[in-house]
């Protein structure tokens, strides 16, 4: 058996023709399923649908063989232990320092001033401005960053960007790019060795499909 960790959602969306050009549909949809394992046409290939955050958890530890995740996600919970063979070019976008539209970032960050951030991202953006040598504080949030310069409880946020329509909408502007993030083909490396027979297949046609 072949297990596949994915998250519901924009991932599932933007895997499911890859897995189809590999000949692999699932007979359940998870938008409307509540069944968390999905089996497809494969007798011998299962889904599992868990958060985006736990996806390299579940290939870590072998639970699952092969897992989507975020670069984002990657970078951030640290992919180690993780064979990352394929860049899929999917759910693609940025990772941005943002401000308020009337924030001077640049000035704030020549002047040395102590700036609150926050963010999912903690660890990413701690290694970012430790980089450039910024002093921060760091907020750790689980959502809707864009509210935290809003309120008053951060001067600046580390989020995606994709479209920018988050931030306009915020009146919020980027002023810096961390990284592009894209979703990785992310394989257990004992499940590599013990299955490869069956898993360099799927490799090679998400490979193809991935172009
Ligand atoms: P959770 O719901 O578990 O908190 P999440 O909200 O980050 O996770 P998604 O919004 O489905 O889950 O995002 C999954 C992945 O898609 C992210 O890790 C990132 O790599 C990518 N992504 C997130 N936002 C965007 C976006 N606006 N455009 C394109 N890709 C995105
Ligand atoms: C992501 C991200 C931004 C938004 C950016 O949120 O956290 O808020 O997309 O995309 P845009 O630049 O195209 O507006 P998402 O839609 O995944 O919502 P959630 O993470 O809060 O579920």
Redesign the pocket.
Known sequence: MITIAL?????YDETAPLLKSAGIVARDDPERSRKLILRTNRADVRLLIV???DVPTYVQYGAADLGV?????LDENGGQGLYQPLDLGI???RMVVAVPAGFDYRRAVRQGARLRVATKYVQTAREHFAAKGVHVDLIKL??SMELAPLTGLADAIVD????GNTLRANRLKAVEEIAP???RLIVNQAALKVKRAAIQPLLEAFARAAR
């Not at 995740?69 to 996600?73: E, F, L, Q, R, S």
């Open positions: 998250s519901k959602g924009r991932i958060r985006a955050t995740a975020g670069k984002d996600v759910a693609r976008c689980y959502g995606l960007v994709d479209t993030v894209s979703a």
